[in-house]
Nanobody
Framework: QVQLVESGGGLVRTGDSLRLSCVTSGRSFNNYGAAWFRQAPGKEREFVAAISWSGDTTYYEDSIKGRFTIATDNAKSTMYLEMTGLKPEDTAVYYC?????????????????????WGQGTQVTVSS
């Protein structure tokens, strides 16, 4: 059974940093694409960042470029989202997601319905 479990969220102040973790289990994710999405209250789930599990390729949503970094650690079967310079508008539930790699992934990485596996989410709240 494939599982993705996020952790690392919390309540922080503007300008603070957080590192989110997504621990995977149930299969090898070596040939998977993986991503972080977020959903603020009353809003649709939106793309944040994506990565090929090997780490060769990364993608970022424009508003977080230069502030957030996505990475994987194969030995720990874990994906990370390092977030710096947090702003109140970053407040949301953050979800990790994964999908088996395929040729179209480079065009679909930012789509919610691209992903087959999802975690339960971790809350990030940034106070002003």
């Amino acid at each position: 059974q494939v599982q993705l479990v996020e952790s690392g969220g919390g309540l922080v102040r503007t300008g603070d940093s957080l590192r989110l973790s997504c621990v995977t289990s149930g299969r090898s994710f070596n040939n998977y694409g993986a991503a972080w999405f977020r959903q603020a209250p009353g809003k649709e789930r939106e793309f944040v960042a994506a990565i090929s599990w090997s780490g060769d390729t990364t993608y970022y949503e424009d508003s977080i470029k230069g502030r957030f970094t996505i990475a994987t650690d194969n030995a720990k079967s874990t994906m990370y989202l390092e977030m710096t310079g947090l702003k109140p508008e970053d407040t949301a539930v953050y979800y990790c997601a994964a999908v088996a790699a395929h040729p179209s992934y480079g065009r679909r990485y930012n789509l919610v319905d691209e992903y087959d596996y999802w975690g339960q989410g971790t809350q990030v709240t940034v106070s002003s």
